[in-house]
């Protein structure tokens, strides 16, 4: 196994760990190649695990969108900060139209929100 591949796996391990113990039903996902639904199964939610010195949201959430058409469910990103051992400081990111939808409970009309936002 990568030295990459290894600090990825610790990470998920801790964070799966970290949501049990505060009472949260979390498991690890299999590797899904193409069809990737992202690393962790947090019931209603999966989330894409990043361990990673830079930040690369954009990437990251074209990532957990893509993983998230696989999976029929949102997909959000989970990335370890930088000097933080405890996985409960990790930083979760995902687009506002997620969190609306997924978080607030917001209805959305993709092609109504498509014309406001040319106008």
Known sequence: MSKQRAKGTSFETAVVN??????LYARRLPL??????G??????????AKNC???TLAAWVAEADAEAANA??????????????DPGESYVVMPLRVFATA?????????????????
């Open 39 to 48: 690393d962790i199964d947090a019931g209603a939610w999966n989330l894409e």
């Open 32 to 37: 899904a190649g193409s069809k990737d639904v």
């Open 18 to 23: 970290w949501l049990n113990s505060h009472g």
């Open 53 to 55: 010195r830079a930040l």
């Open 72 to 85: 029929g469910k949102p997909v959000v990103v989970v990335a370890k900060r930088v000097g933080k051992g």
């Open 103 to 119: 978080v607030l409970g917001a209805t959305m009309d993709t092609e109504e929100a498509t014309k406001r936002a040319a106008t």
